[in-house]
């Protein structure tokens, strides 16, 4: 992939998502500049990956999230909800509500077309957001702090 032009990249990836959604989503003119800017940072990070080898990828940190007393740590891609990797018991959590994912050894929250949304630091995800710690994420009434990304 070529990062002649990221924006035009981050515009095709993110009209790409938007087509495939299963619930409307803005225009990338209407998306919030918050948005397009997650956007662009990743198709900046997938351009860059593909000029390397694996070996010289930057090696994933783990992922740990605080929900209530309980601690969770990850090592690679998983999904969260009532069905997923990270079992969310809560009404208002899909079965499949939301992709946690790395890409160049940073994370990122995706949600996957939930009823109720999946909602990073009080603003609802529309397109995939870079975890730092401290955030918070919301799914349904669960609330998780990333203790370390």
Known sequence: MSNANPDATARAAYEAYRRSHPTPLPSWEDASEHDRQAWRAAMSVVGRQSDKTRSEAVPSHSLQLQAGDQRHVFH???????????????????????????ARGLWYLEDLGST?????????????????????????????IVVAA
């Open 76 to 102: 690679t891609q998983f999904t969260a909800g009532r069905q997923g990797t990270l079992v969310i018991n809560d009404d208002f959590a899909s079965g499949q509500h939301a992709r946690f994912q790395t």
């Open 116 to 144: 109720n949304g999946t909602w990073l630091n009080g603003r609802r995800v529309h397109a995939p957001q870079l975890l730092k710690k401290g955030d918070r994420i919301t799914i349904g009434h669960t609330v998780m």
